[in-house]
C-alpha cells in the first residue's frame, strides 16, 4: 500500500513536469512568451520537410522566419530545428524581459525517433548582456558582453541538456543571449531545435533604482 | 512482481490519459471539432508573444481572429491565452453540437513554467442555452440561459479545474455556452487559456422527436 | 527501495517514449522530415472544424492541401484527420528517402476524447516500391508495386496499431507507400489521422552500387 501510494504520487508529478513542457522550469527565451531571436549565422537553405522550398524571407533585420523555430517546442518532432550553415555558428536571442539569467538548456530531437543526430551542436558557448534601447548600435552591445557557460552537447545524454550558468556571472541582469557553436557532430550543416534561458526576475524595486 | 504489475499498469493509464487531452475527456468547446467563440468583451490589444503587434482582424461579427486560442490545447506554453481587457469579462461559445452539459474545465497555464498566473480569471459563472438559428436574435437567446454553475479558479490547485454542472440545470439541452469572469487574479487584463464542455449527446430518437 | 528505483525508472522511461512521438520509432511518413502525400482517392468535402469551409486547393498534382494532416501529430485532437469519400480510398506517400519498411502504424483519435470513431479505417492493405523519377509514368509504378501486409484496425485496441511488414516482402527498398482502405467502421466517409512507415535505411555503400 506504502509502495502503491508513492508510485502513484511519483506518476502523477513526473507526467506534471512532462506536461510543463518536459522540465517544468520557466523559459524566458520562449517566442510565446515574447523573446525572439535578433541575429544569427548564415542559414542553411535547403527544402523544407514539407516538400516547398524554404521561404527564407527575412525581416529587416536579415533574421530568417524559421529563427523562431528555437524559440518553440518541438513535441518530438524531427525537422522542427532552425538549420545554420557549417558547423560554427551562432544565434543571437533576445529575451521576453531582463533577468538574472541561473541555466541554459540546449534541446535536440530525442534519439530514438532521429533519422541522423550528427547534426547537433557539440562545443559552445553562451554569452549575455544587458541590450540598451537607444544611444547604442550592436558593437557597443558586444562589448559588455560577459561569459555566461561553456558546454559540450552530448549525444548519449537526454536530448533536453541544461547547464548552469558560471559563478563567475555573478547576478548582472540580462535581456540578451548569444549562443555560440564551434563544433557539431559531423554534418556539414547544424541544427539548433531548442534553446531555453533559465533565471529569475530581479525585484522590481531594484530595477527602478 | 504483483507491485511491477500494479505499477506499469498504472503508469500507462496516466500517460494514455495524458496523451488524450490530459483529462481523457470528450470535449464539446474544441475547435478542431467545430466548436468556436460568437461573441466576447473586449480583447486587451497587446503585442504578441512573438514580438509583432497582434492582428485585432475581426470577422463580421466582431469575433477576434485570436479567440479560438480559448478552444485550443496550449500545450504547456505560457502565452497560448486570449487576453480580454480588465478584470472582469465574457465569452460566448457556440459547441461542435448540441449536448446535456455535465461538466466544464477552466485551464490556465501551468504554475512551473508560468511568468505570473495573475491575469487568470477567479470568480465567474457559466451559463447555457439552445440557440435557435433563425427568428431569434442574440437578445432573445439570453432570455432562455439557465446558470450551469458558478466557480472559483483557485492558483493553488491543478491548472486545470473542472467544475461540475449543478443539479438544477436539470437534463437541459444547450449549444451555447457563456463564461463569465467577476473577478481575476490580480492583473489589469485576464488571460483565457482554455475553456472545454463536457457533457453526453441526447438519443437522436429524442432530437428527432 | 529496489521496487522504487524500478518504479522509478520504469516511469522515466514510460515518460521517454510518450514524448518520443509516443512509440519512439523513426517515421520515414512523417511531414517535418521530408514526406509527403502525393495522390489521394476523392477527399470529403466539408465544413472545417474551425468552422470555415475547407480551401480544397488543391496543387498541380491535385492533391488536397489537407492531406499532410496523414503524416503529422494529432496531439490527442479529435478533427486533425483527413477525410476521403466513402468507405474504401486510398492515399499514396513518397517516404523522406528510400527505406526496407519493417512495420507500418495507423491511428485514429483515442476512444475517451472522441465524438464518435466509426469514421475509422477497418480492412485495407499497405503496399510498396521504389519510384523513378524519370522515364516513368505513375501507371509503370504500379506495375511494379508489391504488399507489405494487409490489417484490420480494431477499435478494441491502443489508438495507435502497428502491423508488421510481411515476410514475404523480404529486404525490397521502398520510397513510396500505398494505404489502401477496403471497409471502415460505419461512417459515409473515412478519417485517416496518421499513418507512419517504420524501417532501416539501405547501407550507403549498397546504396551507390
Ligand atoms: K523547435
Ligand atoms: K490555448
Ligand atoms: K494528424
Redo the contacts between chains.
Sequence with gaps: DE??V???E???K?????????L?????A?????A?VVKHSEPFIT?S???DVFSWLTNRNAVSNNA?KILT?S??????CFPLKGDSGFVQIRL??AIIPEAVTLEHV?K????DRSSAPKNGRISGWLHKEKGTDLAADSEKMFLLTEFIYDLDKSNAQTFDVLQSAGSNVVDTIRFDFTSNHGQPHTCIYRLRVHGREPNSLVMQS
Excluded at 24 to 28: A, E, I, M, N, W
Excluded at 30 to 34: D, K, R, Y
Excluded at 75 to 80: D, R
Design positions: 509502495f502503491r508513492y508510485a502513484r511519483m506518476v502523477e513526473e507526467i506534471e513536469k512532462h506536461a510543463a513542457d518536459g517544468g522550469k520557466v523559459d524566458y520562449l517566442a510565446s512568451g515574447g525572439r527544402k520537410g514539407s516538400g523562431d517546442p513535441f518530438g518532432e524531427p525537422g522542427q521576453r524581459t530525442a530514438s525517433v532521429a533519422y
